[in-house]
């Protein structure tokens, strides 16, 4: 049975894992200094353990703090490890940015959710509000090998299948490829264009359109968009209307040189911004 300590546990994203951990084949301990975290875990049955006594004997040490906490709480933990353990992170920035306390004696293994498919089903309404996923909702997740084995690699992924479960697929990724991903992709593209689609419909609802006719409007129109793009109705496409109002959107708002923040420089000051 394999030690694992989860450092973090009481705050958004270790609360998340404590409840796929707590009833694991692992051997658990719980650490969390912060004291609204402490008494969510103790909601939750959960009590802390003192760092100083479970980290130096854990054959895992999951860190679930912010990024921005990373390089701290990284260079107070990673010193006291065992030669030969494993410390998991939940996103790539820290790593990429330079950020994580280095040792040649351990292994870096980098995992993060996908999070459900706007495209998932689910059988019954529960986990079909599952949005995060980790809890019913069926989701992939990614995972990289920063330092250390195949072994290693399989010992972080089977974790990774336990505290994001229930989990569809996982893809074996590079940290650089997760860093396009996230925050790349996802944040600073993706967040940026439906936080103005979100905009526009305010703006619409403000020039007198009813609110919930803009609203299912809206969201109709986006799902089957999304399904037209993204090649769920293999061979529909949009109307030629569709596809001049969309071409004129292009010239109108969109910069040509957008995909500039794929380039390895931009992704860089991406994540030493968040960092």
Known sequence: MLKVALVGAGGKMGLRLTNNLKNSGYLMSYHEVNRTGIEKLNEKGVNVSEAASFIPEADIVILAVPDVALDKVSSEVI?????????????P????????HQRDDISYFITH????????????????NDHFGG????QAI??????????DYKTGEELAKTFYAPVSRSHRITTEQMGLLEPALVETLASTCIFVIREG???VIN????AEAARDFLLGHLRIQMAVLFNELPGAVFSDAANKALQRGLKEFIRDD??????????RDQINSIT
């Open 207 to 210: 020039k007198g359109v009813p």
């Open 135 to 138: 809890n019913r909702a069926k």
């Open 142 to 151: 990614v995972c990289a090998l920063l330092k250390g084995t195949d072994d």
């Open 93 to 100: 920035a820290a790593a990429l940015a330079g950020k994580l």
């Open 258 to 267: 957008w995909k500039k923040v794929f380039e390895p420089d931009n992704v």
């Open 113 to 128: 959710p996908c999070h459900p498919s706007v495209f998932n089903w689910e059988p019954d309404e529960s986990a079909m």
């Open 79 to 91: 010193p006291s490890m065992k030669e030969g353990a494993l410390i998991v992170t939940l996103d």
């Open 201 to 203: 419909l305010t703006e």
